[in-house]
């Protein structure tokens, strides 16, 4: 049998955006030092977000960063210093989402020297008679005209229902059902941050559609005096937010915040579920053997498995009122391979 070439991240982001990776860690580097310096002179771009990222631009023979009015194509993020294996973990957390067959932005992850980062290719561009053009995109805040500060439904932000509700009005009913596995896959791999911020529309031509998903990171593995640091979703499911803690009633609530027949939506999370806990071991074991021991994986591995068995578990739990006794879905997930 011929023996496959190792997969090289940094050989196929060279092929496609090329060479300049002394410069691009230099950049990474300073904005380790500065988390303030992701504006570089004479940029013009306009990503918020509270990691510090740039962004570059395919040429033909290398790579740019764009400058006024040219499109960039690629994000670079270095990942949040404060949580181990962080940029590869958002990798590793938008290839399972891919996965499990949601539309997901393409993602690297990218040792710059000594300077990791994850590489997304932007969503929003396109490439026509060799020159690159920008699609429109609004993210649901924008789209919703709220003020940024208001991303988390806790801070007054939209929340399931009125996002279904501006989907379905907007685009249609596979837009709300495309919203409603994102959030279920969200959940299934404890990505707390899928605000309003963090999921977005384009308009292509007269239709409005739901974007790529984008920075789902899951952070199952960050831990605070033993407990989960996130341990919670961004967006109340039908009550519940907590990781491992989210039953059968409360999938109920959430059908019907999001205008789904509630069987759908169980069959939605028992198929994600089902298969959530394959996607991220698989993505994990595809990695280059350095990256793939790293313990945070491990636990991200064995986390994800838990808190799949829990939902599933839980699923068929319809009774209303709180489950009294016992320690909590972040509780359980916490004692996992510490
Ligand atoms: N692949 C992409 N294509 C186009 N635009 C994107 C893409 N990924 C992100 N963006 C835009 O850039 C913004 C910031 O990116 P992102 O959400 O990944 O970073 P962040 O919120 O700063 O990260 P973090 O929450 O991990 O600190 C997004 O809100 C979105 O508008
Ligand atoms: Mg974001």
Redesign the pocket.
């Known amino acids: 049998m011929r023996q496959l070439p190792a997969f090289d991240p940094l050989a196929e982001f060279e092929q496609q955006v090329g060479g300049g990776i002394a410069e691009i860690a230099d950049r990474l580097r300073r904005l380790r030092e500065d988390d303030t310096d992701w504006l570089g002179d004479g940029e013009h771009w306009s ?7 740039f962004t570059l631009r395919a040429l033909g023979d290398g790579w740019g960063i764009a400058h006024g009015a040219e499109p960039s194509t690629h ?1 670079v ?1 270095p ?2 210093g404060t949580i181990p294996s ?1 940029a590869l973990i ?1 990798h590793v957390s938008m290839r399972a989402t891919a996965a499990l067959g949601l539309r997901v ?1 393409s993602t690297l992850y990218v040792e710059f020297e000594d300077q990791p980062a994850i590489v ?6 396109r490439e026509r008679d060799s020159r690159w053009e920008r699609i429109h ?1 609004e ?1 649901l805040c924008q789209a919703l005209a709220l003020d940024p500060s208001r991303k988390h439904e806790s801070d007054r932000g939209p929340g399931i229902a009125r996002i279904a509700r501006l989907l379905r009005d907007a685009s249609g009913p596979a837009a709300v059902d495309e919203f409603g596995r994102a959030v279920i896959a969200n959940y299934l791999l404890g990505a707390p ?1 899928a605000h309003a ?2 999921y ?1 529309v384009m308009l292509a031509g007269s239709a409005l559609q739901l ?2 998903l ?2 789902v ?1 899951s952070g199952l593995t960050a831990a605070r005096d033993g407990r989960l640091r996130f341990p919670r979703a961004a967006m109340s499911l039908g009550g519940e937010r907590s990781f491992g803690d989210v039953s059968g009633r409360h999938w109920t609530g959430f059908a019907t915040a999001l205008g789904v027949d509630p069987d759908q939506v169980r069959e939605w999370v028992l198929t994600l579920a089902q298969q959530a806990p394959a996607a991220m071991a698989d993505t994990i074991r595809a990695l280059p053997p350095r990256q793939r021991r790293r313990p945070e994986l491990r636990q991200l591995t064995a986390r994800v498995r838990l808190l799949s068995e829990l939902t599933q578990r839980r699923l068929d739990d319809t009774a209303p009122g709180r489950r009294s006794t016992g320690p909590t879905g972040p509780e359980l997930l916490a004692d996992v391979d510490r």
């Open positions: 990503l918020a977000g509270a990691q510090s990222k994000i993020k990942g949040i962080q958002e932005a997304v290719t932007r969503f929003d561009r995109q993210d941050d911020k963090n977005s974007a790529a984008y920075d990171a």
